[in-house]
């Protein structure tokens, strides 16, 4: 639409924050075929760039190319489609049913845009973290300033020309740049930071939020469980498991982190698993760097980091089952799937972000309730079971974000569901319905129509014939 002035000076990003805010102020009173326009041109801008996007992500860590299309574009687009289907409705204002106390008053829910919001995006996958919370965002009815990650320049880089091609800068613009500009962002008075990425950061991110008293949701990370007990149907588990664990190479915020199997089945799923991630990411055999369906590690630091995790394991006295070998230049580490690993282990503390897989046995159902409390609470929690009672216990048992039986990962993409953390992995709820809410201030109306309103019966003079109306609205409204 335009060529976007990109703000760099801390003066200049408080201006451009002005602006947004003067236009969304503006945006509030536009109705509602105005965000819906938005969300088409969006969409047309997505469909048309398909290789663009594809090209970007993968550049930026190899991502598969069919793999930019159903894990980056898809979730998009399933987004914009359900929003765009459902906007009217969700930005009706609600009626809400009067109670006997308040007979002759009328009231409902009206959803306003926050105003202007940030949006704090991380790599791993680049577009659609980027662009999800924005069809929410613009939904909702806001302006926003987007800052991508700077480990993957080249997506990040697209983001701003999307941005560029499609809307005006004064409703949606996006700043690259590192830490830094991140930082300034954060000093402003935003009216809502919808942030992804670490807990570490996240907790930075609240703390500055709480200088403006600024809303906020964080969709966090953490260390997702994945139990399988005796029942469980081990090639299903290990196939879904397999894709769960190692698709985006590992670098999935809700990917199984470590498995906890019953000991009877141990092996069994061991050799399952094995052939499982060979058949889906390599030749069968092995998985090497001429496989078109393996991403890799984003770049040297975090190769050095998974690399480390590997070792620290292995020299407490782990088994490591490695599926191929690893390549620096390049970033590449096949599968690791790690056995007999010590409590004392860096991988049972960290989140692993990474292409390993620990697991551990467990006899009894209430040591697995007792490892997944020992831990913070999870994204998500994945049970493998074809018993209810068990599924039942670690249900009421435990708490997480999200949970999937028989299933990994699908949760994230269903339309219907709120997708977020608890706690040390995620405060609100994104996606759909949720993720329009985020972005809402829920606002309610009541109008008294000049019913008798039980609250009008309690105004003074604080009367005998009062007190006996309060006696009767105590023991019976
Ligand atoms: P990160 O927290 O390092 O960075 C995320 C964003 O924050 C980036 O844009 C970065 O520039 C910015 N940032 C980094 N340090 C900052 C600081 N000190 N102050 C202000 N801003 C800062 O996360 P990452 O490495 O990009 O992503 C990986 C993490 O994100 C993992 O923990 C993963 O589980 C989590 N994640 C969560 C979800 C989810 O939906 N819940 C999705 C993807 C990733």
Not at 266 to 291: A, I, M, P, Q
Request: overall charge neutral; glycine content about 6%; charged content about 25%.
């Amino acid at each position: 639409m335009e060529t976007q002035v990109i703000p760099t000076t801390e003066t200049e990003l408080a201006g451009h924050l002005q602006r947004h805010k003067k236009r969304s102020a503006e945006l509030r009173r536009e109705p509602v075929s105005n965000r819906v326009q938005r969300l088409r041109e969006l969409q047309a801008w997505i469909q048309g760039n398909r290789d663009r996007i594809k090209k970007a992500v993968h550049a930026d860590f190899k991502k598969p190319l069919l793999e930019v299309d159903t894990s980056e574009i898809y979730p998009v687009l399933t987004e914009l489609k359900h929003a765009l289907k459902h906007l009217q409705q969700w930005a009706s204002p609600r009626k809400v049913d009067a109670t006997i106390a308040y007979l002759g008053t009328r009231s409902e829910i009206r959803h306003e845009p926050k105003g202007s919001c940030l949006i704090i995006a991380p790599w791993n996958y680049p577009f659609s973290l980027c662009v999800g919370p924005l069809v929410s965002c613009l939904a909702a009815g806001n302006t926003v300033i987007i800052k991508p990650s700077e480990m993957t320049p080249g997506t990040s880089r697209l983001i701003r020309e999307m941005a560029e091609e499609v809307f005006d800068t004064d409703v949606v613009c996006v700043l690259e740049g590192g830490v830094e500009v991140s930082q300034q962002l954060l000093d402003l008075p935003f009216d809502h930071i919808f942030f992804t990425g670490s807990p570490a950061v996240g907790k930075l991110v609240m703390k500055a939020a709480a200088r403006n008293l600024t809303s906020i949701t964080l969709e966090l990370g953490g260390k997702s469980p994945t139990v399988i007990d005796d029942s469980a149907n081990l090639q299903d588990a290990a196939k879904r498991i397999a894709f769960g664990k190692f698709i985006n190479n590992g670098q999935t915020c809700i990917a199984p982190d470590y498995v906890l199997v019953h000991h009877s089945v141990r092996d069994e799923f061991l050799k399952r698993l094995v052939k499982e991630v060979n058949t889906l990411f390599g030749n069968g055999e092995h998985v090497d760097e001429k496989s078109a369906s393996y991403a890799r590690l984003v770049n040297e630091r975090h190769f050095n980091r998974v690399n480390e995790l590997i070792a620290d394991a292995v020299s407490h006295g782990a088994t490591a089952v490695k599926l191929g070998e690893m390549n620096k230049e390049t970033n590449f580490i096949a599968p690791v799937i790690l056995t007999d690993v010590p409590p004392e282990a860096r991988v049972w503390e960290e989140e692993i972000f990474g292409p390993i897989l620990p697991l551990r046995t467990f006899r009894s159902v209430e040591e697995v309730t007792a490892m997944i409390n020992g831990l913070p609470k999870p994204l998500a929690l994945y049970i493998f079971s074809d018993r209810k009672a068990f599924q039942e216990t670690i249900l009421q048992n435990t708490s997480a974000g999200s949970v999937c039986i028989n299933e990994c990962i699908l949760q994230f993409t269903h339309p219907n569901l709120p997708f977020g953390g608890v706690n040390n992995s995620g405060i609100g709820k994104s996606h759909g319905y949720y993720g329009f809410l985020a972005f809402s201030n829920e606002k309610p109306v009541l109008r008294q129509k000049g019913g008798w309103a039980a609250p009008y019966l309690m105004h003074p003079p604080y009367t005998t014939a009062m007190k006996k109306v309060v006696d009767v609205l105590l023991r019976w409204f």
